[in-house]
């Protein structure tokens, strides 16, 4: 069912689309009002109410929160999330909860929890691993930390989910003059003293955070980002530089 919740000036509405089963395309997109009551509407302006039936699995109506995805060091694609509750903590963190199941041939689920992050345009982002205790920046991160290869996963919104379609990672190297080379091509910018980032490819600008979160409980934490235009969520895990591809080579 419809989730609310309110952090700072905005209600988000969460919704999961599609069937629940693992191949009937269940996922969250979210749209937002200042009012409780609406209208509610996505990062693309469109509204949240329907005017006819349809299909609720395809299409770019709402901000696609996240969807099936696989990193490589998962043994089992994660799809269908959804069912979600959201809420904001008395610390001011803000939370989405749902329930995921696997590409695996079965029906089996678990509870996730990922934080998340509000970026400069007022748009909840997700962070890219389970929540793990980790708090962003409120002072930003040095551009060497920022500076750097990696592994990215673009949540695009229609994907073929009846056979259990999964984003799996790209490469793309952030680099000190501000462009953006790998698998995708464009420029990022980030907000000195705080943990913004902008990154433009393909003509389109997603807007988000840096964060340092560890990937798995008592591993060392990761710089990643996690950023969302036009209804699309982008996340990325800097690669270490003792684990970079001695054979990948950027465009």
Same mark, same amino acid.
């Given at each position: ?117 509000? #970026? *400069? &345009? $007022? ?5 890219? %691993?389970?929540?793990?205790?980790? /708090?962003?920046? !409120? ?35 952030? #680099? *000190? &003059? $501000? ?5 995708? %091509?464009?420029?990022?910018?980030? /907000?000195?003293? !705080? ?35 036009? #209804? ?14 001695? /054979?990948?080579?950027?465009?």
């Amino acid at each position: 069912g419809p989730y609310f919740v309110k952090n700072g000036d905005y209600w988000y509405l969460f919704l999961s689309y599609g069937g629940l089963k693992a191949a009937s395309g269940y996922h969250m997109r979210v749209f937002r009002s200042k009012n409780l009551t609406g209208p509610y509407v996505d990062q693309n302006g469109k509204s949240a109410i329907y005017t006819s039936g349809g299909d609720n699995v395809s299409g770019d109506v709402g901000y696609k929160l996240l969807g099936n995805y696989q990193w490589s060091e998962m043994s089992s694609g994660e799809v269908a999330q959804g069912h979600n509750s959201a809420f904001v903590d008395t610390d001011g963190k803000m939370y989405v909860v749902y329930h995921t199941r696997y590409n695996n041939g079965t029906e089996w689920h678990n509870v996730r929890t990922h934080q998340l992050y509000i #970026n *400069a &345009d $007022g748009w909840p982002v997700t962070a890219v %691993n389970d929540y793990q205790g980790e /708090t962003i920046s !409120k002072t930003g991160y040095s551009k060497e930390e920022m500076v750097g290869t990696y592994r990215v996963l673009y949540h695009k919104l229609n994907i073929d989910y009846s056979n259990l379609e999964c984003a799996t990672e790209q490469e793309i190297c952030l #680099n *000190a &003059d $501000g462009t953006i080379t790998g698998t995708y %091509n464009g420029t990022w910018t980030y /907000t000195a003293g !705080k943990a913004y980032v902008t990154l433009k490819i393909v003509g389109t600008e997603y807007k988000g955070v840096f964060a340092k979160g560890a990937i798995a409980e008592n591993s060392s934490p990761v710089m990643t980002f996690t950023a969302s235009g036009r #209804n699309v969520a982008i996340w990325g895990k800097k690669v270490p530089d003792a684990k970079l591809s001695a /054979t990948y080579s950027f465009d």
